[in-house]
């Protein structure tokens, strides 16, 4: 018995259906995992946020702003911890001050009761909130306060020999045993800037100038977690920047649920 052949004469070959139907189950299989990665993003982020937003003691009516790094959400999972972490809060309080506060976080635990590898915190403080500490930058009423880094301007009056002259310190910040630290480094009186060491060098207005160039500290710590050290405090462009160490402590551990101590 001889096959039916098409009119040409020619035998067809079948048409195969599997390369598509494995190519559109590869499609489906890769867009869930995406769909599952978009969703475990959005709970890590949220998780993060909830906590932040806790141990910082956020004020009700902020936002806490949360970033992952790139890279698959469930590849880190596995890994158990997730590698790069940006945490931003706008108009966060800190005792007088107010400031943009951007936390940055490197091996961060799903179990944020573990410790964190790289916790880095940014403080900026914009120079309009200096004015709030005014009163704690000099031993001298104050009345204004600029940034021309790298000081601190306060800018005040100062009453010698029966005349009342404008003073202008320029007072460098630091990191002095966890507070906030402003040396005198230069006096402006009127046109004229002297160094502030030769200044309290001189035999004649060393002495007098004693109570204007000694360093004045504004502590902030009792305001912030106990695992943040202060560590840096330089005048940056327009803001103050205040700069924080957390490394090793959890998110979720006494480090950052307790807060520091100022000296009594």
Same mark, same amino acid.
């Given at each position: ?15 195969? =259906?599997?390369?598509? !139907? +494995?190519?559109?189950?590869? #499609?489906? =299989? /890769?867009?869930? =995992? =995406?769909?599952?990665? &978009? ?12 906590? &932040? @937003?806790?141990?910082?003691? #956020?004020?009700?009516?902020?936002? !806490?702003? &949360? ?12 890994? %158990?911890?997730?590698?790069? /972490? ?7 309080? &800190? ?23 790289? *916790?880095?915190?940014?403080?900026? $403080? ?6 709030? *500490? ?18 601190? $301007?306060?800018?005040? @009056? ?28 230069? !006096? ?15 035999? !004649? ?6 109570? /204007?160039?000694?360093?004045?500290? #504004? ?8 695992? +943040?050290?202060?560590?840096? /405090?330089?005048?940056?462009?327009? #803001? ?19 807060? %520091?101590?100022?000296?009594?």
């Amino acid at each position: 018995m001889s096959a039916n052949l098409p009119a040409d004469g020619l035998p067809r070959r079948r048409r195969r =259906v599997w390369p598509w !139907v +494995l190519g559109a189950f590869l #499609v489906l =299989v /890769v867009g869930a =995992v =995406v769909a599952i990665d &978009v969703l475990a993003r959005g709970w890590a982020e949220d998780l993060i946020a909830a906590q &932040v @937003t806790e141990v910082m003691e #956020v004020p009700e009516g902020s936002s !806490v702003e &949360v970033e992952l790094g790139g890279g698959s959400v469930l590849l880190q999972a596995i890994s %158990g911890q997730l590698d790069h /972490v940006d945490v931003s809060i706008s108009d966060y309080p &800190v005792g007088p001050l107010t400031g943009d506060l951007h936390l940055t976080a490197r091996g961060v635990p799903f179990d944020l009761e573990q410790p964190t590898r790289d *916790i880095a915190v940014r403080y900026d $403080v914009p120079e309009a909130a200096l004015s709030e *500490i005014s009163g704690s930058l000099s031993g001298v009423p104050i009345d204004s306060v600029t940034l021309e880094a790298p000081e601190i $301007v306060a800018g005040g @009056t100062l009453s010698l020999f029966g005349m009342t002259l404008p003073l202008g310190l320029g007072l460098t910040p630091a990191a002095v045993d966890g507070a906030l630290g402003f040396t005198p480094t230069s !006096v402006r009186i009127g046109d004229t800037t002297v160094d502030a060491a030769a200044l309290a060098d001189d035999p !004649v207005w060393g002495g007098l100038a004693g109570t /204007v160039l000694q360093q004045q500290t #504004v502590c902030i710590a009792d305001r912030l977690p106990a695992a +943040l050290t202060m560590t840096t /405090v330089v005048v940056e462009g327009e #803001v103050l920047r205040i700069e924080f160490d957390g490394s090793g402590n959890a998110l979720a551990g006494d480090g950052f649920t307790t807060r %520091g101590s100022c000296p009594a």
